[in-house]
């Protein structure tokens, strides 16, 4: 064993640069792979985990004053009554469909809950708190990462009024935490709450927060269902907002997941291109080395010996870049963790995965050590006295199909192509490499352009109207009106209204959208069939996958209107 010891440690000595070469390679694979397996594994476990501290419930219904003590009453006892549900519990709360404060030198839209702090069973703070006064407010973690620390001052614009608050801490809260789900919580000191209660205007956002606990994911994803259809059946008023943990889960998951994939992709290219460099200087160093490895044949060394020195070398240069890989992927997680927490809202603070940093190893190492035995597999076929006289089985006896005798044009063109014929699969290896790293650079310009620039896209995919500014109007508003005013306005260059009426297809409640000229959308929304021509006829959009609701044109009773008229103002 030692004399492999020695015999890899000379082959390394002798190519310290490619050497250096592959385990910079290696680290940059580690580093992307480790990283990738940290969130892809990491994020559902502390998403559970932090859904049992936080006594998170697994449905939240907002059940507004106005729709009436009856309605609410009934409500209350559907969702308690609910199969799979284990415990209830409900607060008061004020809530808002439409408010607005400061993010990153912009406003930013959402609804709002606002509650008492000392009503709240299960507040968890991040990090130090400061003095409470009737002006404190303690706000979702999430905004920490947005640049707001204690002390400042947050300005919460509501109805059209904006009041000022001065932040007292952090809490941690999974359902009301991010800005995936559209809407979060605030939490104001107990008499400060009162007061703020009691103003006038605040009167027609005085709700209850009902929440359920229930036996399994599944079981909270049916109640959330369930209630929709059951809250819109005789509804004349609002409909009631509602939270699953479901929904929740897979909008904080859905950008931590894509952006783990893609980490993984990018560090599985930069292993194949490891994988071809280990392949060709395998290859390289026995045609080089093909008398050396004949005289150490001839001392006593047996084949299996320099295949193993051959293995071994290419194992520690692997082994050393992916531990360096994987304690930098260390290093790089702690920011990593603080922008996917402006995402999910989660004090996420990654730390050492010994089974993910152990896959990780065992990943790239296997990968090294079964390429590198296949390619040192031809010493076992290589005689001593063929080595030592410049093996002549190695030599290529295939027919010349490019004779520099016979054939015309410049010389160096024609010594080009012979090599490349010569030389065709590491040719074709390499174009593979080339076209994997041009796909993966041209892909992450591309998502980064349709997120992040330019967004037409992503909306045509998604089915939605890329409008600038939508207005939700109360029933019975002169939208006419509105409309019209709207569309006299300056660098306005449409103006749409339509509904949302809640649909039901198969027991699966959805909101639709319908409105009177399908001409002003700027999203042709229709997959099949055409834009509807006539009163009677409207196209219907499959929102689940295998589920056909009607074909495009089929005359149809419209639902009960269940939602506010939107109007739609592309600037």
């Not at 594994?41 to 106005?66: C, G, M, W, Y």
């Not at 609910?82 to 709360?93: D, F, L, N, R």
């Not at 939508?470 to 019975?476: C, F």
Request: aromatic residues 8%; neutral net charge; charged residues 15%.
């Amino acid at each position: 064993m030692q004399s492999v010891w020695m015999l890899a440690a000379a082959n390394l000595r002798r190519h310290k640069s490619a050497g250096i070469t592959l385990g910079l390679l290696t680290l940059i694979a580690a580093l992307l792979l480790n990283l990738g397996l940290l969130n892809l594994t990491n994020l559902p476990r502390i998403f559970d985990q932090k859904r049992t501290e936080l006594h998170t419930p697994d449905f939240v219904a907002t059940l507004p004053d106005s729709i009436g003590a009856a309605k609410q009453a009934e409500l209350e006892r559907f969702i308690s009554t609910y199969k799979g549900v284990t415990g209830t519990s409900q607060e008061t709360a004020l809530y808002y469909r439409a408010a607005s404060f400061p993010i990153g030198g912009s406003a930013f839209s959402t609804s709002v809950a606002v509650e008492s702090s000392g009503e709240a069973k299960h507040l968890s703070f991040v990090g130090a708190r400061a003095a409470e006064t009737n002006e404190s407010i303690y706000v979702p973690y999430m905004l920490s990462t947005k640049g707001y620390r204690l002390g400042d001052t947050l300005k919460l614009t509501i109805l059209g009024k904006t009041y000022a608050f001065r932040i007292a801490g952090f809490e941690e809260d999974l359902l009301w935490g991010n800005t995936m789900t559209g809407s979060m919580r605030f939490f104001l000191p107990d008499s400060a709450y009162r007061a703020f209660a009691t103003l006038p205007e605040n009167a027609p956002a005085k709700s209850v927060l009902f929440n359920a606990y229930t036996k399994t994911l599944s079981d909270a994803a049916d109640l959330s269902n369930a209630f929709l259809l059951q809250a819109s059946s005789d509804n004349q008023g609002e409909l009631p907002w509602r939270l699953s943990i479901n929904n929740t889960k897979l909008a904080v998951s859905m950008p931590v997941m894509i952006g783990a994939a893609l980490e993984i992709s990018f560090a599985f290219v930069v292993a194949l291109i490891v994988l071809l460099v280990v392949r060709f200087r395998i290859v390289g160093s026995i045609e080089e080395d093909i008398r050396n490895i004949g005289a150490l044949e001839a001392v006593g060394y047996t084949g299996r010996q320099i295949r193993a020195a051959f293995l071994l070398q290419f194992l520690l240069t692997g082994l050393a870049g992916g531990i360096a890989g994987i304690g930098l992927s260390y290093a790089v997680a702690i920011p990593h963790s603080q922008s996917l927490a402006a995402q999910t809202g989660l004090n996420w603070q990654q730390g050492f995965d010994p089974a993910v940093s152990l896959l990780t190893l065992a990943i790239l190492l296997s990968c090294v050590a079964l390429v590198a035995l296949v390619a040192a597999s031809r010493i076992r076929k290589l005689p001593v006295i063929t080595a030592l006289r410049g093996g002549i089985t190695t030599h290529s006896f295939r027919k010349n199909h490019l004779s520099l005798e016979t054939s015309r044009g410049p010389l160096s063109l024609l010594l080009a192509c012979k090599s490349i014929w010569a030389d065709a699969r590491q040719n074709i290896a390499l174009g593979i490499i080339f076209a994997a790293v041009s796909f993966a650079a041209v892909f992450t310009f591309l998502l980064f352009y349709n997120f992040g620039v330019d967004n037409t896209a992503v909306m045509h995919l998604m089915g939605g109207e890329p409008d600038d500014i939508s207005v939700e109007m109360k029933s019975g508003a002169d939208i006419q009106t509105l409309q019209q005013n709207i569309r006299a306005l300056p660098h306005v260059t449409q103006a749409l209204t339509y509904d949302v009426p809640m649909v039901e297809t198969d027991g699966q409640a959805s909101y639709g959208a319908v409105t009177p000229d399908f001409g002003l959308l700027k999203n042709n929304q229709t997959y099949g069939g055409a834009i509807p021509s006539m009163t009677t006829k409207w196209p219907s959009a499959a929102c689940w996958p295998g589920t056909c609701i009607k074909a495009s044109g089929t005359p149809c009773a419209l639902p009960q209107e269940a939602g506010a008229p939107t109007i739609s103002s592309p600037a």
